[in-house]
């Protein structure tokens, strides 16, 4: 039955092969946007602009909270910016 069931599925190899290379460049993508370094670069990247008066305190806020808010969520869904508040 093995031999059977390899002939006929086969055909769908090369789907199985796009869906894994999509699942992969998935993980690699949220590992780079989720990396405490890119966080750090953002949030200074942020701070920078408040810095230079190309953002508002408001939006410094927003943005910092954008960017840590993007955070994979601890257990229960809180984020870390959720329990320091």
Known sequence: MGLLSAIVSLPLAPVRGVIWLGELIQDQVEQ???SPASVR???EE???AAADDRLSEEERKQAQKAVLDRRVP???GATETDRKE
Do not use: H
């Open 32 to 34: 780079q946007v989720q």
């Open 41 to 43: 670069r953002e949030l």
């Open 46 to 48: 942020i701070d920078a």
């Open 74 to 76: 601890l257990r229960g």
